[in-house]
């Protein structure tokens, strides 16, 4: 296993910032899911609707960049920091995946991207330093509630909207795939104030992101 200093780390985890906030990682270089399926025929207002949920999901997207990045600078396991920085590259393929499909819709993403990143780096750098179990448990959590919200999306998308809807099934499979390894590494439950206070955050990132 390669071992990085810390100033290494540090180095890694500004590059990633601008990377996420201003160009688009390639990520595992996996393809976007659904590219073959024809664009479908929407109406104006439900190609404003989806645009909203896909620019959610972008934001997210950038969270959960900076949560990722900011976990693995923080904690003091070299195996730990191997294994969430090889999730965010995994979850980079999402990021890459949802700002092509924006531009497909005619959207933009959040102009608060950098608070999000910010944000969600700082819960990354506390989260780093708690103790194993809640470590890969605050993974675990942030990744189930994000699936939950993503089968959400899957509900309020437009039928027809073959392309978004292959996107966020696949995106919605690996958040599973993530929160299972969290788990495998010896996440534990959070306790429910903690997971109450994550999804009301989360909202508040919703709500803003959906027209902003």
């Given at each position: 296993m390669i071992r990085f200093s810390?100033?290494?780390?540090?180095?890694s985890a500004l590059d990633n910032a601008?990377?996420?906030l201003t160009t688009e990682p390639s990520g595992?270089?996996?393809?976007?899911?659904?590219?073959?399926?024809?664009?479908?025929?929407?109406?104006?207002?439900?190609?404003?609707?989806?645009?909203?949920?896909m620019r959610v999901n972008h934001a997210g997207e950038v969270a959960a960049q900076g949560l990722y990045q900011g976990q693995a600078l923080a904690t003091p396991s070299a195996q730990h920091a191997q294994a969430l920085l090889g999730a965010a590259r995994e979850e980079a393929d999402h990021?890459?995946?949802t700002l092509t499909r924006l531009r497909e819709l005619d959207g933009r993403p959040s102009v608060f991207s950098p608070l999000w990143y910010a944000g969600a780096f700082c819960l990354g750098l506390v989260a780093g330093r708690l103790p194993l179990a809640q470590a890969m448990g605050f993974v675990s959590e942030t990744e189930r509630q994000?699936?939950?919200?993503?089968?959400g999306h899957l509900s309020n998308l437009p039928v027809n909207d073959h392309r978004?809807?292959?996107?966020?099934?696949?995106?919605?499979?690996?958040?599973?795939?993530h929160g299972a390894e969290a788990r495998a590494m010896g996440g534990a439950d959070l306790p429910a104030p903690v997971?109450?206070?994550m999804r009301t955050?989360?909202?508040?990132?919703?709500?803003?992101a959906y027209h902003l």
């Amino acid at each position: 296993m390669i071992r990085f200093s810390g100033l290494d780390r540090v180095f890694s985890a500004l590059d990633n910032a601008l990377k996420t906030l201003t160009t688009e990682p390639s990520g595992t270089g996996r393809p976007m899911p659904g590219r073959e399926l024809p664009q479908a025929d929407l109406q104006a207002k439900q190609i404003r609707h989806a645009a909203g949920l896909m620019r959610v999901n972008h934001a997210g997207e950038v969270a959960a960049q900076g949560l990722y990045q900011g976990q693995a600078l923080a904690t003091p396991s070299a195996q730990h920091a191997q294994a969430l920085l090889g999730a965010a590259r995994e979850e980079a393929d999402h990021l890459r995946w949802t700002l092509t499909r924006l531009r497909e819709l005619d959207g933009r993403p959040s102009v608060f991207s950098p608070l999000w990143y910010a944000g969600a780096f700082c819960l990354g750098l506390v989260a780093g330093r708690l103790p194993l179990a809640q470590a890969m448990g605050f993974v675990s959590e942030t990744e189930r509630q994000v699936e939950a919200h993503l089968k959400g999306h899957l509900s309020n998308l437009p039928v027809n909207d073959h392309r978004s809807r292959a996107l966020v099934s696949q995106m919605m499979a690996d958040e599973a795939t993530h929160g299972a390894e969290a788990r495998a590494m010896g996440g534990a439950d959070l306790p429910a104030p903690v997971q109450g206070a994550m999804r009301t955050s989360a909202k508040l990132m919703v709500q803003t992101a959906y027209h902003l």
